[in-house]
Structures are given as C-alpha cells and as structure tokens.
C-alpha cells in the first residue's frame, strides 16, 4: 500500500498563506490523479482540488483563486500553496490518489486571527 504523508499545516491569521506537502511512498506519477481534501469540525471530508496525470486541475469555488498546486516529481511530493486564508479554511487537510489510497494522518489548518 502508498503510504501518504501530510505537513505543513499551521495557525496562521487571515489573509496569510500556507504551502502544504504530500509525500507519497511511491511515484505519484503512478496514479491518474490526486486531491486535497478538508475536514472542519463537525463536518464531512470533501474535495477541495484535484490534479490529473496529465496536469489538468481543478478547484472548488472557495479554492479558486487563492489555492494552487505544485508538484515535485523527483520526490514524489505534491504541494497545495494557499494564500488568502479566510477562517473558513481552518480544517485537517488531506491528500489522496486516484487509484484511492489509505488516509493519511492529515495536516491541521487553523486560520484565526
């Protein structure tokens, strides 16, 4: 199984930027695609943006705009840099694949001023 590896989270005040990591355990050239998710409390996980092998994105409405991806393919590491941040970010941020990988430990997001 990949094992996939989330940091970078932090508290930050509103309107700052944050780059978040996923190191996968294997090339993540190996999936067709892969995403960052959220979970705020007491809500359910959900897509927040995803990228295709073959590069195309695409992003929420409250992620476009202020979210971009970022990869490193040499160390199998795919970024989500936020800028922007606005409180309603504040969540565990995750990544995963398509094939559907087991979750991760997550990264927590606190945006509070």
């Known amino acids: 199984q990949v094992q996939l590896v989330e940091s970078g989270g932090g508290l930050v005040q509103p309107g700052g930027s944050l780059k978040l990591s996923c190191a996968a355990s294997r090339s993540i050239l190996s999936f067709n695609a892969m995403g960052w998710y959220r979970q705020a409390p007491g809500k359910q996980r959900e897509l927040v943006a995803f990228?295709?092998?073959?590069?195309?994105?695409n992003y929420t409405d409250s992620a476009k705009g202020r979210f971009a991806f970022d990869v490193d393919i040499a160390k199998n590491t795919l970024y989500l840099q936020m800028i922007d941040l606005k409180p309603e970010d504040t969540a565990v941020y995750y990544c995963?694949?398509?094939?559907?990988?087991?979750w991760g430990q997550g990264t927590q997001v606190t945006v509070s001023s």
């Open positions: 990228i295709t092998r073959d590069s195309r994105t």
């Open positions: 995963n694949a398509h094939p559907f990988q087991p």
